[in-house]
């Protein structure tokens, strides 16, 4: 089967899991793929958790990944991203976090416990070596607003990963999806994302 | 981005659009004029993508009070010569069965169709169904696309289709088709030559005296041969078969492209033929006949219940063709939820008696870490002004009524209160059921206070009659009508009582009070759930009304997602609060009694307010026992 890439981005409602699938869709359609995406609400209102799968390639067959086949999590919320990854990532897949935790209504009542991120970092280290924590929704908050943490990630997802997609292709769609102002601040956050997984990569080599 | 595509001329291009958004891009190629849907997931976005150029296109849009009226309307439309479409939900089409299987009788005139979005697994959704029965059930064509492309080029046909045979298509959208993306190929947009005009005709008088409608029902069957034939040339039937299969695989929507893959995964196509359904109803019964005539065995690859299993077997032993029908019914029966490829799999493995491995098989170590996986319940916003309605029941209801209270919910962000801390929802069925059981609690004389709570624009769509039979029968209950001026769950679209219409025009505000004034209802209140004070006075009085009829209180404040937009699309910063920590005794009325996502604990046990999720409601202030919640600032 010719390659066809396989992306989850995984975090909670109101997180703009959606809009970041979106990016990443219509910009694989700018470098000249087929796309299929899938979403799940958990349900149509925020704090539940929400899924995008997405997949291009030359050709696409069913916008759901199944399970154990993606090569790349991106998790806009720690739990979501390990919750995501034990279903979906394949062995020696990337799994990129933010690691800023929403925590739900019943840790805030005292009725379940957040895991610790360590915890989360080490059960996914037993799926992959490839697994990077990041401070997305600070360093989004340092170019313009909290809001462009996916833009963070999906910069730094697009550094330390070979996905065939050129950045000036995310930079034309950002520039197409948004008004100006927000618009600047996502390429901001992409930027920033992108020269922290340059920096992280160049790292590990 | 996507206003451009939608409006696009260039024939050809391929551009992005969700399932919802193709739909709307195929009515504006098929020149569609006019459109109505009641929000409900997954095809909330439908309308709200038409509103984005509806009036630049000319094509009248509205968000009726119901599917029941937006069916009706768009009937309306299409005999008035208008290609029109209706949008609803799954459980929508329950409440316009009644019209749909009267105006399948009389017919139509312009291409009209009735998109349905399914919603197999429940994800957003009262109940699961499988619609698909309506379609058998009404005697219309049911069009299944597999994915957003074909979703768009279905609607084209669909509509050629209706206005050929004269009656409403449906065409269903399942949940991963109207939420999912993909390239589209658009295609020409048509100018239709418009004469708006009614011929009357006694065909549109179905409940007429000796035996009219029983006549038109005989027309309808008699239609069906030609709405078969129609369905057996469908352009979207699509056969893969080289002769040399032992089996073969059929099915209509997103379970198409699931299979295929699970083929090219396991290099079997060469030993499954493949066939894509146009429609699950009805069945083209030549091209089964001919695809399954050579096959020993056929898997039938659908959602939820064995529709096309059980109606392809009955075709085949009709036909006396002696091929075996495999699909969910089968081997160990899962006759809810989605299909998934796992599914697929097992039953090629069944089939083929091949044993296949799973791509996660390899690393099946994981199960252990399940174990963190803490549940993720929905729940209210922060600054949501139900919170603060609920906060100041729970407190009425232990004060005066402890146990003694029996709380019938209804469809909306409100019954996430049937959680803790509040668990103020005892039963949550369909849409307005709030009013009738409490109506039936009341009336069967429960030794309990009893409640119907419900939101505005459910009070609107199906609560109303309820409370007229409260008022009517005399059943003494509370009915707490929680008035956010929108519809919160789908995605703020306005409610009756904003005085806002689709489009943004202003119209009369229709406020559920006036409505309960002019039914006779007695007592009548409304506060604003912000100020807790003036909120706990209204519970005490309503509690203490002891009849005739029921008591209403109305619980006005816009939902706090709607104001946040608003103030974010205008630059405007809203208030916040913060937690003083020196004043902070840490003893959790805010956090575990109130629940606010954007009170969170942190160091020591002490609140504090995440000021990024802070709506300003100041809510929070008023419940702090120990004055530690300020205004920013102060």
Redesign the interface.
């Known amino acids: ?1 010719d390659k066809v890439w396989n992306i989850i981005i995984a975090g ?3 997180q703009g899991i959606v809009t970041v ?2 990016i990443l ?2 910009s694989a ?1 700018a470098s000249g793929y ?16 929400v899924l995008s799968h997405v997949r291009f390639g030359d050709y696409v ?4 990944i ?4 993606a090569d790349i999590v991106v998790g806009i919320e720690p ?2 991203a ?2 995501t990854s ?2 979906y990532l ?2 020696d897949g990337i799994v990129v976090f933010n690691d800023r935790p929403v ?13 610790p991120l360590v ?2 970092k080490s ?1 996914l280290l ?2 992959t070596n490839k697994v990077f924590v990041v401070n997305a929704s600070e360093i989004a908050s340092s170019v313009g607003s ?1 809001l462009a943490t996916g833009s963070v990630l999906l910069g730094f997802m697009s550094a330390v990963s070979d996905i065939p997609i050129p950045k000036h292709n995310f930079y034309a769609t950002i520039e ?2 948004f008004a100006e102002k927000v618009a600047k601040i996502n390429i901001r956050a992409f930027e920033a994302g992108f020269s922290k997984g340059l920096e992280v990569s160049g790292q590990l080599k | ?1 996507l206003k451009g595509s939608l409006l696009s001329n260039e024939k050809g291009k ?3 659009l969700s399932g919802n958004e193709a739909i709307v891009r195929g009515a504006i190629e098929a020149g569609v004029r006019f459109a109505t849907s009641y929000p409900g ?1 997954p095809c ?1 976005e439908i309308l709200d993508t038409l509103l984005l150029v509806s009036k630049e296109l000319g094509i009248y849009a509205e968000w009726s009070i119901n599917e029941m009226v937006a069916l009706e309307a768009a009937s309306a439309a299409s005999i008035a010569g208008l290609r029109s479409f209706v949008a609803m939900k799954h459980v929508g089409l329950n409440w316009a069965l009644d019209p749909l299987m009267c105006i399948n009788l009389s017919g139509i005139e312009a291409g009209m169709l009735v998109v349905v979005g399914d919603d197999p697994q429940s ?2 959704s009262q109940n699961e169904e499988d619609i698909r029965f309506l379609a058998s059930m009404s005697e219309l064509p049911m069009l299944e696309p597999s ?1 957003p492309a074909e979703a768009k080029d279905m609607f084209v046909w669909g509509i050629e289709v209706s206005e050929r045979i004269k009656l409403p298509v449906l065409l269903r959208s399942a949940q ?1 088709v109207s ?5 589209v190929v658009l295609g020409e947009i048509i100018q239709p030559n418009v004469k708006v005009e009614f011929k009357k005709n006694e065909k549109y008088i179905v409940a007429g005296a000796g035996g009219r409608s029983v006549r038109l029902h005989e027309g309808l069957h008699k239609k069906q041969e030609l709405i078969e034939s129609i369905i057996e040339r469908s352009p979207f039937n699509k056969v893969i078969k080289h002769g040399r299969e032992k089996w073969g695989i059929i099915s209509a929507g ?1 379970g198409y ?2 299979a ?2 699970a083929l ?2 396991y290099n079997m196509e060469d030993k499954f033929a493949t066939f894509k359904l146009a429609a699950p109803h009805p069945l083209p019964k030549k091209l089964l006949r001919d695809f399954c005539s050579d096959l020993e065995a056929v898997i039938v690859v659908e959602d939820v219940e064995p529709y096309l299993q059980h109606n392809i077997r009955a075709v085949l032993a009709e036909e006396g063709i002696n091929c075996k029908v495999y699909g969910r019914g089968s081997f160990n029966p899962k006759l809810v939820g989605e299909v ?3 599914e697929v799999v097992s039953l090629i493995e069944k089939v083929g008696g091949e044993k296949l491995f ?6 099946s ?2 199960a252990r ?2 174990q ?10 922060s600054g949501c002004p139900h919170r603060a309605t609920f906060y100041a029941m729970r407190k009425v209801v232990n004060k005066m009524l402890k146990d003694k209270a029996i709380f019938c919910g209804d469809i909306g ?1 409100y019954s ?1 209160a049937s ?3 509040f668990q103020l929802i005892d039963l949550k069925l369909s849409m307005g059921a709030s009013m009738g059981l409490a109506c039936g609690f009341a009336k069967s004389k429960v030794d309990s206070k009893v409640f119907a709570i419900i939101g505005d624009s459910t009070f609107f769509h199906a609560g109303i009659p309820g409370l007229v039979n409260a008022v009517y029968n005399d059943a003494r209950f509370v009915a707490v009508i929680l008035d956010n001026l929108v519809v ?4 703020q679209q306005p409610s009756p009582s904003m005085g806002v219409s689709a489009n943004g025009a202003n119209t009369t505000s229709i406020l559920p009070e006036n409505i309960a004034q002019a039914i006779g209802v007695k007592f009548v209140k409304t506060f604003n759930p912000l100020d807790l004070k003036e909120a706990e006075r209204a519970f005490e009085e309503a509690i203490n009304y002891q009849g005739p009829g029921p008591a209403m209180l109305v619980s006005r404040a816009p939902c706090a ?1 709607y104001v946040t937009r608003k103030a974010r699309t205008r630059g405007e910063r809203l208030l916040k609060y913060t937690i003083l920590e020196d004043k902070c005794t840490g003893c ?1 009325i805010c ?2 009694q109130f ?1 606010c ?1 954007a ?3 942190g160091e020591n046990n002490k609140a504090k307010i995440d000021g ?1 999720d802070c709506t300003g409601c100041g809510v929070c202030a008023q419940i702090c026992p120990y004055r530690a919640i300020v205004k920013e600032g102060s």
């Open positions: 089967m909670v409602g109101g699938a979106r869709a219509e359609l087929k796309v299929k995406t899938t979403d799940i609400v958990g349900g149509a209102q925020r704090g539940g958790a067959y069913s916008s759901i199944p399970d154990g086949l739990l979501e390990l919750r034990l279903q394949k062995q925590y739900p209504l019943t840790v805030q009542l005292k009725q379940q416990k957040y895991p915890d989360i059960a037993t799926i909290r197409g999806m | 981005m391929r551009v992005i997931n909330t994800r957003a994915g991963r939420h999912g993306l993909e390239d997103i492209g699931i295929v893959e090219k995964y998934t490829f796992n799973s791509p996660a098989s390899s690393r170590h994981v870490f399940r963190m996986l803490i549940s993720r319940p929905l729940t209210m916003c962000c996430f959680q803790p801390p919160g769950m789908t995605g997602v959790g956090t575990q629940g996502p009170i969170i604990i990024d």
